[in-house]
């Protein structure tokens, strides 16, 4: 059974940072693109950024420079570190892998 367990959510002050994690197990982790998306609320889900098994990294425009994927496969464990964080990152966190599998996500929210 896949299973996606995210952490490290919470509530931060604009400028603020926050690292997620990602705890995965179920399928081969190593070989498989791993993606972090949000949805805000009232809004739709949105793909914040992903990592291939070779970790090639990829990025929305809308946090790049400010947000860095990573990944351990010794840990199944994907990670998502979050500077300069902005009212508008506000958002339910989820990470998924390539299958579309997604977890239960980790609230962020951006606040003073």
């Known amino acids: 059974e896949v299973q996606l367990v995210e952490s490290g959510g919470g509530l931060v002050q604009p400028g603020g940072s926050l690292k997620l994690s990602c705890a995965a197990s179920?399928?081969?982790?190593?070989?498989?693109?791993m993606n972090w998306l949000r949805q805000a609320p009232g809004k739709g889900l949105e793909w914040v950024a992903g990592?291939?098994?070779?970790?090639?990294?990829t990025y929305a425009d809308s946090v790049k420079g400010r947000f860095t994927i990573s990944r351990d496969n010794a840990k199944n464990t994907v990670y998502l570190q979050m500077i300069d964080l902005k009212p508008e990152d506000t958002a339910v966190y989820y990470c998924?892998?390539?299958?579309?599998?997604r977890g239960q996500g980790t609230q962020v929210t951006v606040s003073s």
């Open positions: 998924a892998n390539d299958a579309g599998s």
């Open positions: 179920g399928f081969t982790f190593s070989s498989s693109r």
């Open positions: 990592i291939k098994s070779d970790h090639g990294r």
